[in-house]
């Protein structure tokens, strides 16, 4: 029987140094396979991760060095067999794989059923943009469906708070992780639809593994979100993280903060808004008066005694009786001259002065056809003497006179040309006075 006294006392970093040194001495490299999950890359370049199977997890470190050579890019869900050696990292004792190599070998289980749920829910038109609902510009409460104890609530609480302090939280609380954590948001939501009570709904809830989110990836609960009355804000783990109730929510947000700042109106923001406004209004306050009081100044320029103003009156009914009475006149006389107008037109139009303006037209009708006519024959006469002027000048017996006198041929034709006769041809000559019978003797040409 060992006697406790024996034992050696150990410090914990002892222990953990020497429980590592048997785990590198007694296992060499070795090939595990598994389903990534919780996969995390901080700014010194290393990969951590969990290596899953339906049992069982192990932590696992890829350090800079060895991730740099690594063409597969890890992400939840994923499928992958590693070439890694088991260690102790001493200072939290926690067992781990060293991987020196990743590759992939198929997508994991919980990613294949969350792309085959998408794929559905997408198909029957669950995530179409036309039916997400606009969230309230001013709400007045909201529901906030998460765990109770968990931080998103207290993110979401302290956010609301510094945005808009009047918005009223109602906090349904829910398991957010877990078998029942599904049916519990379900309920939740279906209550608050129910209740009517809230303008709209958060649904939060913090980081985790891609198990620790699934139950927001359950049918049950995108369903449960279409068919709540009110607007439904998510946000769910990280911004890295999507899940199948981030497409069927009215708007997704990356984080709870994020959802409280979607679902909240920025009091900062609207107090400076109201601030200029205020500023705005104050100075068209201050324009308007000034010219409220120029223009009350132009006024009491224009105020004058009562006196003066009867005295003006005075003198303008003075005015208007002056321009009446003219008026009057003015109408009077036009009277009278249209009443002469008419008086003179009915005595034009009385039948015996008709009758004698007609014989008075009649003479001077008669008188003008007199003259007109022996203006006319006095014309026909110079004409007539013209004609007969040149009908005299035209005469052959006036040409006879002159000492001509015109010779016909035997046959009575009037001889022009010399050559048309014979020698010894008798001629008849015709002269003033009388006749003469003639016998050519000679001729000549010209």
């Known amino acids: 029987m ?8 150990l410090s914990v970093s002892e222990l953990n140094r020497s429980v590592r040194e048997i785990l590198e ?57 590693v070439l890694a050696q088991p260690t102790l990292y001493e200072g939290r004792g926690d067992f781990q794989l060293l991987i020196e190599s990743l590759t992939a070998v198929g997508a994991g289980d919980l990613q294949a059923r969350f792309a085959a749920l998408k794929e559905k829910l997408a198909a029957e038109g669950l995530f179409a943009p036309e039916l997400k609902r606009p969230l ?10 998460s765990s109770a104890s968990g ?37 939740a939501l279906q209550r608050a639809g129910q209740r009517a009570q809230e303008d709209l709904v958060i649904l939060a809830r913090g980081g985790g593994s891609a198990e620790d989110l699934w139950c927001f990836n359950e049918e049950s609960v995108a369903r449960a979100i279409r068919a709540c009355p009110l607007p439904v804000v998510t946000g769910i783990g990280h911004e890295i993280d999507f ?24 009091g900062i923001e609207i107090r400076d808004r ?19 009081t120029q223009r009350l100044d132009h006024l009491r320029l224009r105020l004058r005694d009562p006196r003066q103003a009867l005295d003006h009156g005075q003198h303008r009914l003075a005015g208007l009786q002056q321009r009446l009475r003219q008026a009057v006149r003015r109408r009077l006389w036009g009277a009278r001259e249209r009443l002469a107008n008419l008086d003179r037109r009915r005595r034009s139009h009385h039948p015996q002065h008709l009758l004698l303006q007609g014989e008075r037209n009649l003479l001077n009708q008669r008188k003008a056809l007199e003259r007109a006519m022996g203006l006319r024959l006095e014309h026909q006469q110079q004409r007539l003497q013209q004609l007969r002027n040149a009908l005299q000048l035209l005469n052959p017996e006036a ?31 015709t002269l003033a006075r009388g006749r003469l019978r003639l016998q050519v003797r000679g001729r000549s040409p010209e």
């Not at 510094?162 to 957010?176: M, T």
């Open 399 to 429: 040409v006879l006179q002159r000492g001509f006198s015109i010779l016909r041929d035997g046959d009575g034709q009037i001889v022009r040309d010399s050559r048309s006769v014979g020698l010894g041809a008798e001629l008849d000559a």
């Open 243 to 266: 899940t199948i109730a981030d497409f069927a929510a009215d708007l997704r947000a990356p984080t709870p903060t994020a959802a409280a700042e979607a679902a909240s109106p920025d």
């Open 151 to 187: 931080a998103a609530l207290h993110d979401i609480r302290v956010t609301l708070a510094r945005r808009w302090p009047v918005l009223e939280i109602v906090v349904y609380p829910v398991l957010v992780q877990g078998d029942q954590a599904a049916a519990q948001i379900c309920a």
């Open 25 to 81: 001495g007694n296992f060499p490299l070795l090939r595990v396979t598994g389903e990534i999950s919780n996969f995390v890359q901080p700014a010194s370049g290393h990969w951590y991760f969990s290596l899953k199977d339906d049992r069982a997890q192990v932590r696992c470190a890829m350090f800079r060095a060895r991730n740099a050579l690594c063409r597969l890019r890890p992400k939840d869900g994923l499928q992958v067999q």
């Open 2 to 9: 060992t006697n406790e006294a024996e034992i050696p006392a």
């Open 136 to 145: 309230p510009a001013w709400p007045r409460r909201v529901a906030v469906i």
């Open 274 to 292: 109201i601030e200029k406004l205020k500023q705005q209004l104050t100075r068209a306050m201050v324009r308007r008066l000034r010219e409220e």
